[in-house]
């Protein structure tokens, strides 16, 4: 009688991954491999929480992400609108109550209203994430049937900026699995691709999610489907499944396939499911670090003189420290130096509007103002200070983003930077030592720039109001409402640069920060290459030993 092979406990696993994961810490502190840093915190975390399995909704702004999940769990729970709503990360699970809890960047909590959760997660009423709030967690019984997953609903990855820790991209290393959602009006991008790519990286599990399918006829949808197949077989070369919903019609149809075809299985497997998970995440993370240890072992067998020539021709001029350095900082200084021209050529279509607009006010309101020249003056001063104020920070409110032209083409070209220094480096390694470079978990964090503490100053800088009892208001006071009144452009425009100026500082402040974390990836990534290559000298047998049990123990964790 035949026995069928018993899949591996959980339990057995997790034990056997957390003994792998010290190894590897140890070994990357032994021999200074940086860049392995957040896949090994990413499976600590697994590993000490055995959280629900998390299904991140991942996808371009506007895609449907938000409107898929409140029609998946019946109730509109989380933001959606015509322009980008959802500002932080949201976790949906199942509890015996409706409940959510916020958590903020300062490690407090604090239950709130569900029905007010828009407070907390919208750009409306909370731009920018001024309220620094980390991440919401949300209780829901309608979730039952989903028991032991955790749905993740982030922001547009093509909309919004990462806000302080925790964002779109930030959550990658976290994803159980991923269900990316590209609408049915826009075809599948080159930056959908590329966060396959990286989901590849991290999760087993990847699913693509086509929403607002009632847009296309059943040709159409055909259509798609097999553009989307053929699509990732020519770029990716492997098959994803793919979903169809629409909110608006056949939803229960839709939302009954997506069920059996992915959730319930991940609910009713989940020890399985996140047995496999973890497996996976392991498993890339091995892989790193035996590339690393490959680097080393064939350094180490190098006599001294040969492996000095090694470090020379991997280490050559092109992926030196100051090369890099110089490059990273001609790109922040050309970027900075535009970051004033961009903002300023958008506010200037503003002038002309913004100028009628408080003329206009001030015309309504002037007539109601009482007194003699000294107090018309200063009831002038107050009333423009407070409607500067009052306009420049509407601007900057809801036109910020106009502002951030050079904030993106920096963190795009920074981001080039690195893929170019590093697929240099890796070719060097590759052609030097026939090892191929792992690759590396390298992304640029990029914090929204704070908004500027927004003030008008009063206006005059003349007093000709102090001789306010030598003028009779009944015969000059319509001059000088005509003087108000025409300074008003000056304002307009004196305030407006004001503010460019004001964003000009906070962004050039954050390009600068961009620019720094680049180099430290640059320079960790040669510090640990160097060390590889440099002092590992005698070491063979040792690095041979520790290869074998990685190795070994990586065989371990698949049976």
Not at 14 to 22: I, K, M, R, T, W
Request: proline share 3%; charged share 30%; with cysteine.
């Amino acid at each position: 009688m035949e026995h069928t092979p018993q899949r591996p406990s959980l339990t057995r696993i997790q034990d056997a991954s957390g003994l792998l994961l010290d190894d590897v810490r140890g070994i990357c502190r032994q021999f200074q491999i940086i860049s392995l840093n957040r896949q090994i915190e990413a499976c600590k975390g697994l590993l000490a929480e055995n959280p629900p399995i998390d299904v991140a909704i991942l996808g371009q702004f506007k895609a449907g992400k938000s409107s898929f999940l409140n029609s998946l769990i019946g109730k509109l729970i989380l933001p959606v609108g015509v322009i980008p709503v959802t500002t932080v990360i949201s976790r949906l699970t199942y509890g015996d109550r409706e409940k959510a809890m916020v958590s903020f960047f300062d490690g407090t909590r604090s239950e709130v209203d569900i029905n007010r959760l828009d407070d907390y997660t919208s750009e409306a009423k909370n731009p920018s994430n001024q309220k620094n709030v980390e991440m919401v967690d949300i209780e829901l019984p309608s979730l039952k049937d989903y028991a032991g997953l955790r749905l993740v609903d982030t922001p547009g990855l093509g909309s919004v900026f990462k806000y302080h820790m925790e964002t779109s991209e930030n959550w990658l290393p976290e994803v159980g699995a991923a269900l990316l959602a590209v609408s049915a009006d826009r075809p599948l991008s080159e930056n959908d691709l590329q966060l396959i790519r990286e989901l590849m990286q991290h999760t087993p599990k990847i699913v693509l999610l086509l929403t607002k399918v009632d847009l296309l006829s059943q040709e159409q949808q055909a259509e798609v489907i097999r553009f989307f197949e053929d699509t990732l077989k020519r770029e990716l070369n492997r098959e994803f499944p793919i979903f169809l919903y629409s909110t608006r019609a056949e939803t229960e149809k839709f939302r009954d396939r997506m069920e059996a075809g992915l959730l319930f299985q991940l609910s009713i497997n989940r020890d399985f499911e996140f047995r496999k998970i973890l497996q996976y995440k392991m498993q890339s993370l091995l892989k790193g670090c035996l590339s690393y240890l490959d680097i080393a072992l064939k350094s180490s067998l190098q006599a001294g003189r040969d492996r000095d020539g090694l470090r020379k021709q991997i280490l050559d001029e092109k992926v030196n420290d100051d090369l890099v350095r110089e490059e990273l900082f001609i790109i922040g200084r050309e970027n900075q130096r535009q970051t004033r021209i961009l903002i300023m050529s958008y506010l200037d279509q503003l002038q002309k509007p913004l100028r009628d607009k408080v003329k206009g006010r001030l015309l309504e309101e002037m007539p109601a103002w009482q007194g003699n020249l000294w107090r018309l003056t200063r009831q002038y001063e107050e009333w423009v200070a407070d409607t500067m104020t009052e306009e420049m920070r509407r601007i900057s409110k809801t036109e910020h983003r106009h502002f951030y032209g050079t904030h993106k083409k920096a963190h795009a070209s920074f981001s080039r930077s690195l893929e170019a220094f590093r697929s240099l480096l890796g070719q060097n390694i590759e052609k030097v030592l026939g090892v191929r470079l792992a690759e590396a978990d390298w992304k640029i964090e990029v914090s929204e720039p704070e908004h500027p503490d927004i003030k008008a100053v009063r206006p005059f800088d003349y007093h000709f109001d102090l001789i306010w009892f030598l003028i009779p208001m009944f015969i000059f006071r319509r001059l000088f409402e005509k003087n108000f009144l025409s300074k008003i452009a000056h304002e307009v425009e004196a305030n407006l640069s004001r503010l460019a100026a004001q964003w000009e500082d906070r962004i050039n402040r954050s390009i600068e920060e961009m620019r720094k974390q680049a180099l430290k990836y640059v320079q960790d990534e040669l510090a640990t290459i160097d060390a590889l290559l440099s002092r590992t000298e005698g070491q063979s047998e040792e690095i041979r030993r520790l290869i074998l049990e990685l190795q070994e123990k990586s065989g371990q964790l698949k049976a």
